[in-house]
């Protein structure tokens, strides 16, 4: 079963949803022990850095993620869940979780897209990606396959950590992490089969992960 982080600032029901449509065991869920027990944890978000934090430190998840990762257990970080994974974010000023190296900043609206014209900001809708690194979340994914973006700030993590970008107004790190600890910064339980797909590649990891063990 996977795990779908309850916090009040995540995007659980979409979440939950899509792995539904795939026949994966989940469950929408705040608790220590039902997180810790899953295959894997998704951490979902949307909304501002700064309440996301405030609601894990009130709920003391931010502890129980860093558990989930000290214990080797897989983690999904999706858009703000992707973000507040790194040390520090510019939206609200915000010192975050510190998990992976790296920050959070803001689009720059003076930047100019593939056409030449000033970015729309939030960034808002499909894009494409090119791979930096291999992923066994991008299995089968088509080169040429796009994914669904919402957001205002992009993150920057260590270079190491970059597995595949994107580009609006700047390239910037659409996928990172390492083997078991993944964050994307677009949506994949929006976006259509290849994120279905991402998010079966996620699961087929974690039952290798628990079978190993």
């Known amino acids: 079963m996977l795990a779908i982080l309850d916090y009040e600032a995540g995007n659980q029901t979409s979440v939950r949803r899509a792995l539904d449509f795939l026949g994966i065991p989940c469950s929408i869920t705040a608790d220590p022990d039902v997180l810790l027990g899953a295959a894997g944890v998704i951490f979902p978000g949307v909304g501002a850095a700064g309440q996301a934090m405030e609601e894990l430190h009130s709920k003391g998840l931010d ?23 790194l040390d ?7 010192s975050t979780l510190g998990i992976l190296s ?34 066994s979340l991008l299995d089968n994914v ?19 950590l970059v597995l595949a970008t994107t580009f609006y107004g700047r390239e910037f790190a659409s996928l990172f992490g390492r083997p078991g600890l993944w964050a994307t910064q677009f949506h994949p339980e929006k976006s259509g089969r290849p994120g279905l797909t991402l998010l079966a590649n996620f699961y087929a990891y974690c039952n290798e992960v628990a079978h190993a063990q």
């Not at 520090?88 to 915000?94: L, M, R």
């Not at 994914?147 to 992009?154: K, N």
């Open 142 to 160: 088509p080169d040429e396959a796009e994914f669904y973006f919402v957001h205002s700030y992009f993150p920057v993590p260590a270079p190491e």
């Open 102 to 135: 790296g920050e959070c900043r803001r689009f720059d609206p003076s930047w100019t897209d593939e056409s030449g014209r000033n970015l729309i900001i939030p960034h808002m809708g499909w894009n494409g990606f090119q791979r930096k690194k291999e992923c």
């Open 63 to 85: 502890r129980v993620l860093g558990e989930v990762v000290r214990t080797g257990k897989p983690l999904l970080g999706i858009c703000v869940g992707c973000q507040i994974l």
């Open 88 to 94: 520090y974010s510019a939206e609200n000023d915000t």
